[in-house]
């Protein structure tokens, strides 16, 4: 009797606050804008086509480049930083991870303002490199893409690092063993074991990263000067000063198709993964 | 079922909870109205306040128009937008015998074509938009008008506000145009004069540009005289300059929307806010104008005389206020505004 109700409700759930909201942007994406309305008739394709426009094109590879370098940055921070908690005791990784974590008691907004107050010219990086006299000029740190993606790296960096930690938890300690009675070396270990066993984990905390990077307007907002640095600023625009909503949700559902795709992706690696090396490996 | 009939039936949910009576939803311009007031109105009435805050009129002329004028008791749209919506049925009209502080405010101000004879909307704070200049980076004597923001020794210095309107203004004003212009070929001029400006914009500020001048990440650029007066107020080295070729002026109003559901506490509120020692209390706090006769008489002569809050009358008649342009030219300039932001 309990099943079936929770699965009623979670599927009633899922539809409500999940499917029927994706339709409807969907739906949007394909009606005529209308000043007064969300959309009219007839549908049309022409929100999609409006994507091709050069300007918008080229705000959407600005927002891949911006999202692809903050991922990058997770990447290079996150994996030894993953790689090291994954090797320490118990009490000491629940400590590091629980740090982690502790920022989020904090509002993003908030922490983004503090942000603001860390690298505007009077901020805390700048006054410690003048009174180091390392410069006598401050940089301008404040409102440009660095700042943009610093705040990202910042926000998202958590997210990166727990599906990688779980990755690093079910890498079976007898592979690495058997690698070195082998005679593999160090690297050789890293490199044909470590890396490929972790792969699934890079993937998920890439994909967590870079999705979300091109939709966080109000970091773009804040730190970037609001000026349409992300795909989200756009859409944003779109829906509250343009009133263009099919072509608002147009965007929103490209930036769906993205996730969609690059869920494929991961999909694809995973199996890929388990058939070299994992249980379903042939060779085994 | 279409869009319109289910976003309809999703606002009746909301709108349900909204049964308990005492309460007004006011939604304000961020940074408008001084801290206590509304403790004390609710103390005074027992009416309950519930505030939110909007960045610049289309966002809140976003949001109405899509609820029909639901949802909110009170808003404060610019001039413009009074006439906007009044035409589009957004506003309810004002019952003048529950706002008896009516008198206190200037004829002057009154009467005005975008609501004749204030049957919708009565002014709530007036204000200018013109160039802030830090005198400890830059000095103020060397900013005389809007062209000396195009000077290329600017570049990637600038503040410009995130409102649409304001920044063609300026480019209007440099080429001599009227800031209510809808002729296209105007626009299209000032959209390119603007493309010159944009390698000097740092940062577009929507909510409140006197916080990158103190905080010294901007030394250049607009800002809102209310906004100037407060930060000339924590460092002096923050002055306001009237450019040559005509500042922006402004009114933001106080209307009840169409749909409001506790019309005769929006009144209530209204009139709580025209009183003269309430005016007088929010042009000491947020440093704006304010068109009530009562209450500036009841501010301290620095105030009172503080060029950057009440201009000089030669300063109001060489700037322009804004006026409603209509659908088409709002929409063209929409449509530029997203190429400028995005650096084109």
């Not at chain 1, 804008?33 to 008739?41: A, E, F, K, N, V």
């Not at chain 1, 921070?77 to 005791?89: C, D, K, R, V, W």
């Not at chain 1, 009133?243 to 969609?260: K, N």
């Amino acid at each position: 009797m309990l099943r079936p109700a929770i699965i009623i409700l979670t599927l009633g759930w899922l539809g409500l606050f999940v499917l029927a909201p994706h339709l409807l942007v969907v739906l949007t994406s394909l009606m005529t804008p209308h000043p007064q309305h969300l959309g009219t008739y007839p549908f049309t394709l022409d929100a999609y086509v409006q994507l091709l426009d050069p300007l918008y094109a080229s705000v959407l590879l600005d927002s891949l480049g911006l999202a692809a370098l903050t991922t990058l940055i997770c990447l290079l921070l996150g994996y030894p930083f993953a790689y090291t908690i994954a090797g320490l005791s118990t009490r000491w990784r629940a400590l590091l991870l629980f740090l982690l974590i502790v920022p989020f008691w904090t509002n993003s907004l908030i922490r983004t303002y503090a942000i603001k107050l860390i690298l505007g010219n009077k901020g805390l990086i700048n006054g410690s490199l003048m009174n180091l006299g390392l410069i006598d000029q401050p940089l301008q740190l404040l409102y440009t893409p660095f700042a943009v993606v610093f705040g990202l790296v910042y926000i998202l960096f958590p997210f990166f690092v727990l599906p990688l930690v779980s990755s690093f938890d079910k890498l079976d300690p007898g592979l690495l063993e058997a690698a070195n009675d082998l005679g593999a070396s160090r690297w050789q270990r890293f490199r044909h074991v470590v890396l490929p066993l972790t792969m699934p984990g890079v993937i998920a905390g890439s994909l967590i990263v870079f999705l979300p990077a091109m939709g966080m307007f109000y970091v773009a907002d804040l730190l970037g000067g609001a000026k349409n640095l992300l795909l989200g600023n756009v859409i944003k625009n779109q829906f509250l000063l343009v009133r263009d909503w099919p072509f608002g949700a147009a965007l929103s559902v490209t930036l769906i198709l993205l996730m969609a795709g690059l869920l494929l992706l991961y999909a694809w690696s995973n199996r890929r993964i388990h058939r070299r090396g994992g249980l379903d490996d042939e060779n085994l | 079922m279409t869009i319109r009939t289910l976003s309809a039936s999703l606002l009746f949910l909301f709108s349900l909870s909204a049964f308990a009576g005492g309460k007004v939803v006011v939604y304000n311009w961020a940074e408008y109205i001084p801290d206590g007031v509304l403790d004390d109105f609710t103390k005074e009435t027992g009416i309950q306040v519930e505030y939110s805050t909007y960045e610049n009129n289309e966002v809140m002329y976003a949001k109405l128009q899509l609820q029909k004028g639901k949802g909110y008791d009170v808003v404060v749209p610019s001039t413009y937008l009074v006439s906007k919506m009044r035409n589009e049925g957004l506003l309810h009209p004002l019952d003048k015998t529950k706002l008896t502080n009516l008198k206190h405010l200037d004829p002057d101000l009154l009467d005005k074509p975008y609501d004749p004879g204030n049957q919708f909307s009565l002014p709530y704070l007036w204000g200018s938009t013109a160039i802030g200049v830090n005198s400890e980076a830059v000095d103020p004597k060397t900013i005389t008008a809007w062209q000396d923001l195009w000077d290329p020794k600017w570049q990637g210095k600038l503040l410009l506000t995130d409102d649409v309107r304001e920044v063609f203004h300026m480019a209007y004003k440099v080429l001599g145009f009227s800031t209510n212009t809808t002729d296209p070929e105007q626009i299209r001029q000032a959209y390119e004069k603007l493309q010159t400006l944009m390698p000097n914009v740092l940062v577009f500020n929507a909510d409140a540009p006197r916080e990158p001048f103190l905080a010294g990440d901007v030394n250049l650029g607009m800002i809102w005289s209310g906004e100037a007066a407060m930060a000339n107020a924590e460092n002096p080295a923050i002055h306001y300059v009237y450019p040559s070729e005509g500042a922006g002026f402004w009114i933001d109003s106080l209307v009840i929307p169409a749909g409001a559901e506790n019309v005769a506490n929006a009144h209530a509120f209204i009139d709580y806010m025209l009183r003269p020692e309430v005016a007088a209390k929010t042009v000491e706090a947020i440093g704006y104008a304010s068109p009530n006769l009562a209450g500036k008489a009841l501010l301290d002569e620095a105030t009172r005389t503080n060029p950057i809050i009440f201009p000089a009358e030669d300063v109001i008649r060489n700037g322009e206020f804004q006026q409603d342009i209509g659908p088409a030219a709002v929409e063209l300039l929409n449509g530029y505004w997203e190429k400028l932001k995005t650096g084109r």
